[in-house]
């Protein structure tokens, strides 16, 4: 499944790349992308959950808007 989330966050190489290490560390999830400019994050895998996903974002200092499966 792939999942598509608005977040919101510094976007320094540095938060993206802290952001993309939460997400990786949640169960189930095989990719990552981050569109710094859209303020997009999409995620592969599956039986991961949104809300595994704002805690991991959390985590390294975002906010997810909105999460929408396409």
């Given amino acids: 499944m792939t999942k598509n989330y608005k977040i919101s966050g510094e976007a320094s190489e540095v938060a993206v790349d802290s952001l993309i290490d939460?997400?990786?560390?949640?169960?189930?999830?095989f990719d990552v992308e981050i569109d710094v400019a859209e303020g997009r994050m999409t995620v592969t895998g599956e039986n991961f959950s949104d809300a595994d996903i704002e805690?991991?974002?959390?985590?390294?200092?975002?906010s997810i808007l909105s999460p929408d499966t396409p």
């Avoid at 939460?22 to 999830?29: A, F, H, K, L, Y």
């Avoid at 805690?55 to 200092?61: I, Y």
């Fill in 22 to 29: 939460e997400v990786r560390m949640v169960d189930g999830t």
């Fill in 55 to 62: 805690k991991a974002a959390q985590e390294a200092g975002f």
